[in-house]
């Protein structure tokens, strides 16, 4: 485990020493904005339920997103109580103020993912998901990109996101009238 740490931190080194730029920090602060407390998936969400052809993918989203708050901000970060990466790791730089709760896993990415599969479950044309996807692909890296999360943070609510996003889907496929 001490060496996944490791790794971990050293990836996030490499980011911070090959691919940060001055140029690109204010982009990347944005995009990691439009991930905070999922306001923008949940705005999202939220428009699409006005429209008939798209209120599926809405719906199956906010659900997506309620059922993985539960999982990561609720359980998984007070059990597991991972500290943020930039307190551990002296020589990371965060590029954005402190976050206020654990670090594993990454809400952001966790609302990013289950938005974006909800979006591919939901919508009538599935090539409607795929800004979806690379949205949430970039809010994802961009927790790495600020300093505010490891990789595996990354992993972990990538994999929540996309399970908690099937089991709303399984769920309203089996249930819904």
């Known amino acids: 485990m001490n060496t996944l740490l490791q790794l971990d931190g050293n990836i996030l080194l490499w980011i911070q020493e090959n691919i940060r730029q001055d140029y690109m920090n204010g982009f990347w602060k944005l995009i990691t904005s439009l991930g905070n407390s999922g306001w923008f998936w949940i705005a999202l969400s939220v428009l699409l339920l006005v429209f008939p052809n798209t209120r599926k993918a809405g719906l199956l989203a906010l659900l997506s997103m309620a059922f993985c708050a539960l999982i990561t901000n609720v359980c998984l970060k007070n059990l597991i109580a991972r500290p943020r990466p930039y307190t551990q790791i002296p020589e990371l730089i965060r590029l954005i103020g402190p976050q206020s709760d654990w670090s594993f896993p990454s809400g952001h990415t966790t609302a990013s993912f289950a938005s974006a599969f ?3 479950y939901g919508l009538p044309q599935k090539k409607y998901a795929v800004p979806g996807f690379l949205l949430a692909t970039m ?18 609510g990538l994999i929540i996101g996309t399970l908690g996003s099937w089991i709303i889907h399984k769920t309203y496929e089996k249930y819904a009238w």
């Not at 809010?139 to 972990?156: M, W």
């Open 118 to 120: 909800s979006y591919l």
């Open 139 to 156: 809010i994802a890296f961009s927790r790495l990109y600020v300093g505010v999360h490891y990789p595996t943070d990354i992993l972990g």
